[in-house]
Structures are given as structure tokens and as C-alpha cells.
């Protein structure tokens, strides 16, 4: 089957290296397979296979990692911008701050 | 608890009290309440109460594995489990599975340090380890459970049918295990969700073109209804399937990267069917323009529910999805409102 991945070049991950101590966690939670780790550091293969989750940031010890986190969800996206709230299970809030609690990371329902 | 679930065998004795026996493996009442539940029969939350349950026997030195409150996952991890002993975890996530809960922050590293420390988790087990699904790391921060519990946070497998072999290796997931993939199986247990969520409001849209079909056209109003009316109606509905059934079946096999786009495609393909099948009506001026219209809301159509479908994909970003929403949304809202022009006028000067 063909390998599926969505837009190119529209995703929010960065990563850096100067914080990071090679634990290999973001490379264990992500999904996606977008980190490896070599030589005690972690790095960015596939970087549009990234699903902004936010996996990897919520479990990087040193903070290493920013990725603005959301759901890429269409109807959360709509039911959002209309203010009303989502028949998702997933909850999408634009105007939050979008590092923490806020936006999720599901596909769901 | 209020009432035993069914699935409760009985209860086991441990240092602090009695802990409840789940069944492992499904019973057909299990199977029928999934079922109900992906065709939005009935209710749709099946929720566990949260706590400590006991899968076999376990004892002191088994491993513990921590879930959502939902039925259905909780079920994915009892049925993969038969002869082995675990202690099962369950977290309130409200009864939503383990990715969106994580996402919404209820299957988060608070509620993981609540739930040991109601179930008295430290006094039950010797060890100081939790296996978690890999899907709840986008809410739980395993060093932050270390801190906070004393216990430390092993990230298992994506599929709770990979646990057996995940602990058999040593707890170690090959990369297969880590990757969430999207495979034909999973894509199409999703269709009836899509299906029944687009039509709920689509039957009353398709009533609404059958019984305004009735008042333009050659014909009395019931003629005109039985024709125009049930092509309306047709054409709405083959819109709804190319876009909420055809997508998620051949979304790899779709060109290009957008689910809108991937929604045009099929949604050009049905609209072709019913322009095929109208054939000899497409010489008149109004039967032209009613061919017009139902190619520019079909599409518009299927590519609209085509791209609700990264809701419930695996692996599109929100970046992405405003990226999309930003181009397609537009160009649907455009193309819909322009073939319900053409509709009208070809009612009105049929």
C-alpha cells in the first residue's frame, strides 16, 4: 500500500539540538516514525509524516522539542470557527493558547 | 458501581480490598454493543467506571497496564489477554479512547497519579512499572509520572493486539509496533461513522430538492417530482457516497495529497454515473444546466465530506488541515452556490 502522508512543508515541529540528551523518547512515542536518534541525538527524518500530536514535546524531559499541537480535523476546524462545540470528540480551540491542554491531537470518533 | 457489567466475573482479593475480574475475550453481547456503537445505534458513550480491575490472576509481580474508559478500547486490551495476567488500569478519559483522550488532556499524567494513588497501586504490585499505550503519550509525560507517582512510564505498542509480543521481546516494540499505520480494515470500520454523520443532515437537504422538484418543470407536480425530484435526491446521495464511502476505501489510491482533493475525484466519478444515466436529456437548455448543477454540488459535496474524513485519519496535522480548508473551502462554498443557481433556473425555465 502506498505510504500515506498529507501536506508537504505546513507542519510546526522543530527541534533542538542543543537541549536535547538523546533519551530516545520522542523517537518511542511518535507515531509517525519523524524522529531517529544517532550518536546520543535526536533528529528529524520525514518531517512532513509529523501529525502534530505533540507526543514527543509533552514527553521531551528537556523541552527540546516545540510543536504547535492540533487536531487535523476538518469539522473541529468548522465547528470551531463557528463557535459552537465540536460533534468530534476531539476538541479544536484556534484562539487558545496551542502549546498545552488547548488543541488535541486525535482522529478520531 | 451501580450495576455489575456483564463483563465482570467476579472479585479477587489484594492488600487493600477487593478488586473486580474482568473476562478476557468478548461475548456476542460485547460484539453487538461495538456494533451499535459504530453505526451511532443507541447510545454512543459505553463507559467503564475508572479504577484497578484484575485480568486472570494476577499477582504482586504482574505488570499493570493502563487504558481508557471507553468499551471499546477497554475491550481491544481484554480480548488480546486470554491466559495472561495482568492488572488493567483504567483512567477516566469520559469514554473516549486512549489518542483523543490524550489529545483532550483527560488520559493525562494528573489522572494517571489520581488513579494509582486511588486504586493504592503502590501497596498491590512490588514493581514500580506501568505499561501505557503509545497513543496516550500525547498527554502523559512519563518523566512527569516518575516525579509525581514513583512509577515509571513504558510506552507499549500502538495496537493493544501487540502486547503479547511486546512483552515477550523484552518489552521492546519493533518500529512496526511504534507506527500508527491506516490500513483498508481500519478505514472501513470508519465508513458507517461517516456515512450515518453525513446523512443526518443530508435527508433532510434531499427532501427538501425532491419536493421543490415538483413546482418547475413540463409535467404536473407530482410528474415533475418523480423525475427531476428523484434525480435530486439520487444525485445528493451519490454525492454522499463518493465523498463518505469512496474516500476512506480508496484513500491511497486517491491522487493527491488534500482529502478534498482526493473528493473531487470521486466526486467527479459519480456525478459522470448520473450524467450517463440522464443521456438524452442533456439537448435541452434546462436539461443542460440541471446536468451543470448536479456536476458542481457533487463534487462540491464529495469533496466536502472527503476532506471531514482527516478527522478521522490517522495522520493529518492541523497546520495541514487549515493549509487545505483555506483553498478548498472557498472553492466548494463557490461551486455549490453556483450549481444551486443552475438548478434553480433550469426548474424555472423547464
Not at chain 1, 507526543?55 to 528537556?62: M, S, W
Not at chain 1, 476531539?90 to 498545552?100: F, I, L, R, S, Y
Not at chain 2, 471507553?70 to 495476567?85: A, E, I, M, Q
Request: aromatic share 8%.
Amino acid at each position: 500500500m502506498a505510504t500515506l502522508t498529507y501536506l508537504k512543508d505546513v507542519v510546526t515541529l522543530t527541534l533542538d539540538e542543543e537541549l536535547c540528551i538523546g533519551c530516545a523518547l520522542c523517537e518511542i512515542v511518535c507515531p509517525h516514525a519523524v524522529f531517529t536518534v544517532d550518536d546520543r541525538i535526536a533528529v528529524i527524518g520525514d518531517r512532513d509524516a509529523c501529525m502534530e500530536c505533540g507526543a514527543c514535546a509533552r514527553n521531551c524531559p528537556t523541552d527540546a522539542i516545540y510543536v504547535k499541537v492540533g487536531v487535523g480535523c476538518a469539522a473541529a476546524v468548522i465547528s470551531g470557527a463557528l463557535g459552537i462545540e465540536s460533534a468530534c470528540c476531539c476538541v479544536d480551540e484556534p484562539e487558545q493558547k496551542v502549546t498545552e491542554e488547548s488543541e488535541s491531537s486525535c482522529n478520531c470518533c | 458501581m451501580t450495576k455489575r457489567s456483564h463483563f465482570i466475573t467476579g472479585e479477587m482479593a489484594t492488600p487493600v480490598g477487593p478488586v473486580p475480574c474482568v473476562e478476557s475475550g468478548l461475548s456476542l453481547r460485547d460484539r453487538l454493543e461495538t456494533w451499535k456503537v459504530r453505526w451511532r445505534i443507541g447510545r454512543m458513550k459505553y463507559t467503564i467506571p475508572p479504577g484497578l480491575y484484575a485480568l486472570g490472576s494476577p499477582d504482586a509481580s504482574s505488570e499493570v497496564v493502563v487504558t481508557a474508559n471507553f468499551k471499546l478500547t477497554f475491550d481491544s486490551v481484554r480480548r488480546v489477554l486470554p491466559g495472561h495476567d495482568f492488572w488493567i488500569l483504567v483512567l477516566d478519559t469520559k469514554g473516549v479512547n486512549v489518542w483523543c483522550a490524550a489529545g483532550k488532556g483527560t488520559f493525562s499524567t494528573g489522572e494517571l497519579i489520581h488513579q494509582i494513588a486511588t486504586a493504592r497501586l503502590s501497596e498491590i504490585v512490588e514493581h514500580r512499572r506501568l505499561l501505557l499505550p503509545q497513543l496516550g503519550a500525547p498527554g502523559v509525560a512519563a518523566h512527569e509520572v516518575k516525579k509525581g507517582s514513583g512509577f515509571k512510564v513504558l510506552y507499549g505498542p500502538v495496537l493493544a493486539r501487540d502486547i503479547p509480543a511486546f512483552i515477550t521481546a523484552g518489552m521492546e516494540a519493533t518500529p512496526a509496533m511504534r507506527t500508527k499505520s491506516f490500513p483498508l480494515g481500519e478505514r472501513i470500520v470508519l465508513i458507517p461513522i461517516e456515512l450515518t454523520g453525513a446523512l443526518r443532515y443530508m435527508i433532510p437537504v434531499m427532501a427538501a430538492f425532491y419536493f421543490l422538484s415538483g413546482l418547475g418543470g413540463p409535467g404536473d407536480y407530482w410528474a415533475n417530482v418523480s423525475t427531476f425530484g428523484f434525480l435530486a435526491s439520487a444525485s445528493l446521495f451519490a454525492g454522499v457516497v463518493a465523498g463518505a464511502v469512496l474516500v476512506p476505501l480508496l484513500l491511497p489510491w486517491l491522487p493527491g495529497r488534500p482529502f478534498s482533493l482526493k473528493g473531487l475525484w470521486t466526486g467527479l466519478v459519480a456525478a459522470g454515473i448520473i450524467l450517463l444515466w440522464l443521456g438524452s436529456g442533456l439537448t435541452t437548455l434546462s436539461g443542460r444546466l440541471e446536468a451543470g448543477a448536479w456536476l458542481l454540488m457533487m463534487t462540491a459535496l464529495s469533496a466536502f465530506l472527503g476532506m471531514n474524513f482527516t478527522g478521522s485519519s490517522t495522520y493529518t496535522s492541523l497546520s495541514g488541515v487549515r493549509k487545505e480548508m483555506r483553498i478548498a473551502v472557498p472553492l466548494q462554498i463557490g461551486a455549490a452556490a453556483v450549481g444551486l443557481i443552475l438548478w434553480f433556473t433550469s426548474r424555472l425555465i423547464a
